[in-house]
């Protein structure tokens, strides 16, 4: 049978990009860079992202507990300053975060999102309680911003070794920024903590390949040409949101 030759070929969609750990510091270092974007600047827009991606994935109607507490744990680099600026959103979503952020980067922009937070009343914990039970009755989830793609084999070093531990250990579900805090960034875990939901920032890492939770993509704001450079084949975002779930 002769098909017509003005018969449209059906579309081929390219499948989402997921990218190494050299792949995302050469981004980043384009945008810095060559675009003009500030370092704050990118944080702020990621942390606001998460914060959204965190309501979707657990809208305040869904807590479980009388109080919407969620704990954010907070590692000293770049992922850190991502979850202080998730925190800072949530609380202004209405949500009662608390955070634990052990070992406090000396930069002044790190320091400048702690003092935001603590100017929201945010409360920090000076300790994360090793007794699990405690945890799971106080916080409806933790968000993890401990160990991002910029981190260098911190996971077998104090205190992060111990807050794995815990956090492998709770019950109440996990949200992971960028990359689960423990996993190699360029393979899928085979040890670690086991997130729930994952909140990819610019585009998926590669190892969350076989992911199986709940899988957000946070960030709206890359610009085209880096997008056909890296041939990132991102999702189409709904109307104006900033956060798809893939």
């Known amino acids: ?99 634990f952020y052990p070992k406090r980067s000396p930069q002044s922009m790190h320091q400048d999102f702690t003092v935001q937070c603590e100017k929201m009343d945010i409360p920090f914990l000076s300790y994360l309680p090793t007794e699990v039970q405690l945890l799971n009755d106080a916080y409806n989830l933790v968000i993890d911003a401990v160990l991002g793609p910029e981190t260098e084999h911190k996971e077998d070093k104090e205190p992060y070794a111990g807050m794995l531990v815990t956090l492998k250990q709770v019950k109440i579900p996990i949200v992971s920024v960028d990359v689960p805090s423990g996993w190699d960034v360029d393979e899928p875990a085979k040890d670690g903590i086991n997130p729930e939901v994952l909140i990819s920032l610019t585009a998926p890492k590669k190892c969350a390949t076989g992911f199986s939770g709940n899988h957000f993509l946070a960030g709206r704001f890359l610009p085209y040409d880096i997008q056909k450079k890296f041939e990132l084949n991102l999702p189409e975002f709904p109307g104006t949101e900033c956060v798809i779930e893939l």
């Open 1 to 99: 049978m002769n098909h017509s030759s003005n018969e449209k070929e059906p579309e081929t969609i390219e499948p989402l990009r997921y990218l190494s750990k050299t792949e995302v510091a050469t981004i980043e270092m384009e945008l810095l860079r060559d675009y003009r974007f500030g370092q704050q600047q990118l944080i702020e827009i990621w942390g606001h992202a998460c914060a959204i991606a965190v309501t979707k994935a657990f809208p305040l109607s869904s807590l479980s507990k009388k109080q919407p507490t969620l704990l954010v744990v907070c590692g000293p680099e770049q992922n850190g300053s991502i979850g202080l600026v998730c925190a800072r959103h949530l609380r202004m979503f209405e949500y009662e975060p608390t955070i």
